[in-house]
């Protein structure tokens, strides 16, 4: 049989017609080959035929392998030439369809082709292994979903983001976070309510403990107005003073420690003072450590607001301060009636129990913003000049003051402190040398309190209208009419134009104190607001501290408390005219920043052929 013929039995499906077709022209040209019909023709033909009919065993098999049929009587047994035809068609499939298209278009073409040379028998590979029918298959199904790739046992590591300092963005809370607005929030505004009532309730009727502290005193000094000034103003200064250090602890231990220890340190400072008849002492015990504790208790309430309110903080606020109004329209009575009754000393230990229960109070101060202290060096271990340079910067975080309008509102307020804190102390005084026959002093400290807690509740509503750093204005108006007010003190001939002038200052008090937070909020943003706040109330304490001992100095020297008023009222007017320029620059800078970043997004965009922002590129922010 002809490599031709070998080919044309195993093909199958070649040239579309049926095998036995096929067999009857081979047979034909196999006699037309040789005349005699006999000898080397008969036994080719016969060859020819015995090949053919294997061939066509081996078609039908592989017609079984392409086209397989339901059942198993068409399929024969293997035979050696069947052997040899699978294995052909095993060749003839690893060749490529390519090959036997050319070799079927040879086999058809003109005369039969003699035998091709045997080729060199290739090496013995081991036997293939005889492919049993295919069994019918099925009809094809869709796939099942594939199964869900097991979650990674690994614990993805967070990333921890920079914290840069924020220039005049858009500021708000942290990413992700929501505050609750309201629920135990409220729990919180009643205990921040009380700290701030009861510290400036009594920091503020200072001026009757002042006149209780001269009438003791006087026996042993005339001049003692000098000397007494400064146990109010160290009390009052070190609330201002300690203030960045009440941050580094707010910051490292939150503000449920750290208003809880210094409400502590307030009742043993206030309780310890009732002790002693001695002035040096009450500037260590009142004056200090009094002080000192109202500062650790005082601040956190302000930064705590903020965990709880964001829409609302500016009403939280007010509401705080409204209510602390209340501890400052009772406390000058009470404290009056206490020194008529049981006299100075046992009057500290009452008021002392206001700082135990502020104790108790502070406990509800549960922080939800995440402290800001920075995330751990995992390169390695650090020399001791980058440990202690890493505490350093952790503890005095000075970023706050690489604000530019902040440098500038802190500077302000704390020059307009300079006379802010002079009328507390020295006005009963005033009035008791000007107004001989009035005995009732302590109504001007009760106008004062209850116009300014109606001002802090107003000023916190409005504040929360005002979109931004407008609210600086708000803080620029009350420090001209308390300039102005302070000034004309001197100027009153009559009992109730002091009062008109007492409800005109406590007005200007609630304006300052309500929005001091929020705009520290506008300014840093709440993860850096603590230390705003801190650093302020620092930069007030020499201010403050330093103007009643001035105020009582002058009158010394010029016998009476106009030219202490008069200068009382200097400093405010000062301050309000550096606190008008702030949102102007703000405006400024915003206005520079978004120039810039749109000649930044230009650029992008002339880079990008497809009009889109590359990676990277600033965005024009919103503005405040």
Same mark, same amino acid.
């Not at 340190?265 to 002080?291: C, D, K, N, P």
């Not at 002058?554 to 007017?573: K, S």
């Given at each position: 049989m002809t490599w031709g013929e070998q080919k044309g039995g195993l093909d199958v499906g070649g040239g579309g017609e049926d095998s036995r077709d096929r067999l009857s022209r081979d047979r034909r040209a196999s006699w037309d080959a040789e005349p005699g019909g006999g000898g080397r023709g008969s036994s080719s033909a016969r060859s020819s035929s015995s090949s053919s009919?294997?061939?066509?065993?081996?078609?039908?098999?592989?017609?079984?392998?392409?086209?397989?049929?339901?059942?198993?009587?068409?399929?024969?047994?293997?035979?050696?030439?069947?052997?040899?035809?699978?294995?052909?068609?095993?060749?003839?499939?690893?060749?490529?369809?390519?090959?036997?298209?050319?070799?079927?278009?040879? /086999?058809?073409?003109?005369? *039969?082709? &003699?035998? +091709?040379? $045997?080729? =060199?028998? !290739? %090496?013995? #590979?081991? @036997?293939?292994?005889?492919?049993?029918?295919? /069994?019918?298959?099925?009809? *094809?199904? &869709?796939? +099942?979903? $594939?199964? =869900?790739? !097991? %979650?990674? #046992?690994? @614990?993805?590591?967070?990333?921890?983001?920079?914290?840069?300092?924020?220039?005049?963005?858009?500021?708000?809370?942290?990413?992700?976070?929501q505050p609750p607005e309201g629920g135990f929030g409220w729990m919180v505004v009643f205990a921040a309510t009380w700290c701030n009532g009861s510290i400036f309730g009594i920091q503020n009727s200072f001026g009757i403990l002042y006149s209780m502290l001269l009438q003791e005193e006087r026996e042993k000094n005339r001049q003692v107005e000098f000397q007494a000034a400064w146990v109010g103003a160290l009390s009052m200064g070190m609330i201002f003073f300690c203030s960045p250090i009440v941050s580094i602890f707010t910051d490292r231990l939150g503000c449920r420690i750290?208003?809880?220890?210094?409400?502590?340190?307030?009742?043993?400072?206030?309780?310890?003072?009732?002790?002693?008849?001695?002035?040096?002492?009450?500037?260590?015990?009142?004056?200090?450590?009094?002080?000192?504790?109202?500062?650790?208790?005082?601040?956190?309430?302000?930064?705590?607001?903020?965990?709880?309110?964001?829409?609302?903080?500016?009403?939280?606020?007010?509401?705080?301060?409204?209510?602390?109004?209340?501890?400052?329209?009772?406390?000058?009575?009470?404290?009056?009636?206490?020194?008529?009754?049981?006299?100075?000393?046992?009057?500290?230990?009452?008021?002392?129990?206001?700082?135990?229960?502020?104790?108790?109070?502070?406990?509800?101060?549960?922080?939800?913003?995440?402290?800001?202290?920075?995330?751990?060096?995992?390169?390695?271990?650090?020399?001791?000049?980058?440990?202690?340079?890493?505490?350093?910067?952790?503890?005095?975080?000075?970023?706050?003051?690489?604000?530019?309008?902040?440098?500038?509102?802190?500077?302000?307020?704390?020059?307009?402190?300079?006379?802010?804190?002079?009328?507390?102390?020295?006005?009963?005084?005033?009035?008791?040398?000007?107004?001989?026959?009035?005995?009732q002093t302590w109504v001007l400290l009760v106008c004062i309190g209850a116009t300014s807690g109606l001002g802090r509740l107003v000023s916190g509503r409005v504040s929360d209208s005002i979109p931004g750093l407008k609210k600086i204005y708000l803080q620029v108006i009350s420090f001209l009419l308390l300039g102005l007010m302070s000034m004309m003190i001197p100027l009153c001939r009559g009992f109730g134009g002091l009062i008109v002038v007492c409800l005109f200052l406590g007005l200007c008090d609630g304006f300052f104190i309500t929005i001091m937070a929020p705009i520290a909020f506008e300014l840093v943003g709440p993860m850096q607001a603590s230390q705003a706040i801190g650093y302020l109330l620092g930069m007030m304490a020499l201010p403050m501290i330093a103007g009643p001992p001035i105020?009582?100095?002058?009158?010394?020297?010029?016998?009476?408390?106009?030219?202490?008023?008069?200068?009382?009222?200097?400093?405010?007017?000062?301050?309000?005219i550096i606190l008008f320029f702030v949102p102007l620059m703000h405006q400024r800078m915003f206005k520079k920043e978004q120039r810039d970043s749109s000649k930044d997004k230009m650029l992008a965009l002339d880079a990008d052929p497809n009009g889109e922002l590359l990676p990277g590129s600033p965005i024009p922010e919103e503005p405040i």
């Open positions: 009919s294997s061939s066509s065993s081996s078609r039908r098999s592989s017609r079984n392998k392409y086209q397989p049929h339901s059942g198993s009587s068409r399929q024969s047994s293997h035979s050696p030439p069947a052997e040899m035809a699978l294995q052909s068609l095993a060749s003839k499939e690893a060749k490529g369809p390519w090959r036997e298209a050319d070799q079927e278009q040879q /086999e058809w073409v003109g005369s *039969p082709k &003699p035998e +091709p040379e $045997p080729e =060199p028998e !290739p %090496e013995p #590979e081991p @036997e293939p292994v005889p492919v049993p029918p295919p /069994e019918p298959q099925p009809e *094809p199904q &869709p796939l +099942p979903d $594939p199964a =869900p790739l !097991p %979650e990674l #046992e690994f @614990e993805p590591e967070p990333v921890h983001e920079s914290k840069s300092t924020p220039t005049v963005e858009t500021r708000g809370t942290a990413r992700g976070f750290t208003a809880t220890a210094g409400a502590a340190v307030a009742f043993i400072g206030l309780h310890t003072s009732s002790f002693t008849s001695s002035l040096s002492l009450r500037y260590f015990t009142y004056g200090i450590l009094f002080g000192c504790g109202c500062s650790f208790a005082f601040q956190p309430s302000l930064v705590i607001l903020g965990h709880y309110f964001q829409r609302r903080l500016g009403l939280a606020n007010g509401v705080v301060s409204a209510g602390s109004s209340i501890f400052s329209i009772s406390f000058p009575l009470l404290i009056k009636t206490l020194g008529a009754k049981i006299k100075l000393a046992q009057t500290f230990q009452v008021l002392s129990t206001f700082m135990f229960i502020l104790t108790l109070l502070s406990l509800t101060y549960r922080p939800l913003l995440p402290s800001s202290q920075d995330t751990p060096n995992k390169r390695g271990v650090r020399t001791l000049c980058q440990r202690i340079l890493s505490q350093l910067r952790k503890y005095f975080n000075m970023r706050v003051f690489r604000q530019r309008t902040y440098r500038i509102w802190a500077f302000g307020i704390a020059a307009a402190a300079l006379g802010y804190f002079v009328p507390y102390v020295h006005l009963m005084k005033y009035v008791e040398e000007e107004f001989l026959e009035i005995k105020a009582g100095l002058l009158r010394n020297c010029f016998g009476d408390y106009h030219v202490a008023f008069y200068f009382a009222g200097v400093p405010p007017i000062i301050g309000a």
